[in-house]
Nanobody, 119 residues
Framework: QVQLVESGGGLVQPGGSLTLACTVS????????MGWYRQAPGKQRELVAS???????NYTDSVKGRFTISRNNVKNAVSLQMNRLQPEDTAVYYC?????????????WGQGTQVTVSS
């Protein structure tokens, strides 16, 4: 069984910062791409940022220069540092990981954590 355990999130004022963290737990062989998605009310889930094993990163345009994704390959953990947060960043944020088990790659998700940006 593989689980993605998230932490962080909460309420922050516009212009503030938050850090999200996610760790892969359970029995598995390896982890390839990891990333963060978000879903705002009434909207589709969208990719926020992703990072490969060799730390190639990809960001959606609206967060470039404000968010930074990083990973720890020893702990199979991924973080998202979010700076200069804006009300439109309000959403449920989900951790995602591509995990190899018994020679098969699966797509796994965290439970989601709420980020609310409001004064």
């Amino acid at each position: 069984q593989v689980q993605l355990v998230e932490s962080g999130g909460g309420l922050v004022q516009p212009g503030g910062s938050l850090t999200l963290a996610c760790t892969v737990s359970g029995k598995y062989d390896s982890v390839s791409n990891m990333g963060w998605y978000r879903q705002a009310p009434g909207k589709q889930r969208e990719l926020v940022a992703s990072i490969s094993v060799i730390r190639e990163t990809n960001y959606t345009d609206s967060v470039k220069g404000r968010f930074t994704i990083s990973r720890n390959n020893v702990k199979n953990a991924v973080s998202l540092q979010m700076n200069r947060l804006q009300p439109e960043d309000t959403a449920v944020y989900y951790c995602n990981a591509h995990v190899w088990r018994f020679g098969v790659q699966g797509d796994y998700w965290g439970q989601g954590t709420q980020v609310t940006v409001s004064s």
